[in-house]
């Protein structure tokens, strides 16, 4: 490549940079771009992720901690799932998780530095016993930790998402996996609109929105920025994207289609499109980016301590060493006791507005 084409592509991505901060929206057709360049083109593409990431949330890294309240014997056949009835993957199987048991992942989320606490439960949804369990006990986990609380329970009713908001849920997970298009690919018990109308119930219930996908499953670069385009219009609150871990015994197994420098593009890609939208790396970091996994932090603001679903994730030492070295901050919220701040002195930071919009 000549130099002449490296400058011009260096000042094509930065300037996508000055489109989103003016307020612009980023194109499908410059998204696309992102995530069908060249691999020299990396640095370049990060650096115009991370000065939206820096304006907008400066260096902090806002942690979250997941519980699998309920592992396994789930009815739906998501392909990509080691929880789903057609999965062999020898996993834990057991139902609803006891009171005792979720306020005890509670104060693990509360240990390993975490702001938010989300309780996830396979199956379709929830029943009505396990939905007043989980507000029953929500109020109790908000009382003793004051954790923000997401939940992902699958399908919800507008009347289940209105009585998890009165008992304190904050926020409510329902990824949209993949594209409209895709959909029908991945899963056949369910439908693209069966999620989009939980998250419309969420949203109507004053519930935040936290929605996601999978990438690597087999669907197109075009699907992957059906999905960030998608979010965009909805204003949801939090993206986490994982990247697919092919678990052994699922219908997806062997599937490897990702490498870290594709993670990376549609990381940035993700955080162009949604600048102002907390982003998250979720499941499949330590497999997909390997290596890399810190230059993540670079379009993400927000990553997963400790073990998925079903799988392990790398020690949270090592995640806190991570961030330490990238010179970032976790963010601890408002209701974080000093307690917190002073357990883990200078590698905390303030979630004030002022920290979050560094005009750097
Ligand atoms: S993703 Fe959820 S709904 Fe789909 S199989 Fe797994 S647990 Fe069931």
């Not at 499908?28 to 115009?48: C, G, K, M, N, Y």
């Not at 209105?162 to 369910?190: C, M, P, W, Y």
Request: charged share 25%.
């Amino acid at each position: 490549m000549s130099i002449e084409n490296t400058l011009s592509y260096e000042s094509s991505w930065l300037s996508m940079t000055d489109t989103v901060l003016s307020g612009e929206s980023l194109s499908r057709e410059s998204a696309l771009q992102i995530l069908e360049a060249d691999d020299d083109q990396l640095v370049t593409i990060l650096d115009a992720a991370y000065r939206v990431r820096r304006h907008y949330f400066g260096k902090s890294v806002q942690l979250y901690y997941l519980k699998n309240a309920k592992s396994g014997l789930c009815p739906e056949d998501c392909t990509y799932c080691s929880q789903s009835k057609d999965s062999t993957a020898p996993i834990d199987k057991y139902v609803m998780l006891n009171a005792e048991q979720l306020i005890e992942g509670a104060r693990q989320a509360f240990e390993s530095n975490a702001r938010t606490y989300c309780i996830v439960a396979s199956g379709r949804g929830p029943s009505e016993r396990e939905v007043d369990h989980v507000c029953s006990v929500v109020k109790d986990i908000k009382q003793e930790f004051g954790l923000h609380i997401c939940a992902c329970l699958g399908l919800l009713r507008p009347d289940q998402a209105i009585r998890l908001k009165q008992a304190g849920v904050d926020r409510v997970n329902h990824n949209l996996n993949t594209s409209e298009r895709f959909h029908d690919n991945i899963v056949s018990t369910h439908s693209f609109q069966d999620r989009l109308d939980t998250l419309q119930s969420c949203r109507d219930a004053g519930l935040e929105l936290c929605a996601g996908m999978i990438v690597g499953m087999g669907e197109k670069q075009e699907d992957v920025v059906d999905v960030a385009m998608k979010l965009a219009g909805m204003g949801v609150e939090s993206i986490p994207l994982n990247f697919l871990y092919p678990i052994d015994g699922t219908p997806l197994e062997g599937q490897e289609d990702l490498d870290p420098r594709y993670c990376l593009k549609v990381l940035a890609m993700f955080r162009l499109t949604n600048p102002d939208t907390e982003i998250r790396i979720a499941g499949g970091r330590e497999r997909n980016l390997r290596s890399m996994q810190a230059m993540g932090l670079y379009a993400a603001n927000s990553m997963f301590v400790s073990d998925y679903l079903t799988t392990a994730g790398q020690k949270a030492e090592d995640d806190f060493r991570m961030i330490q070295d990238l010179g970032f901050t976790i963010t601890a919220g408002d209701y974080e006791s000093a307690q917190l701040m002073e357990r883990l002195g200078q590698t905390v930071g303030d979630c004030s507005t002022d920290e979050i919009l560094d005009p750097g």
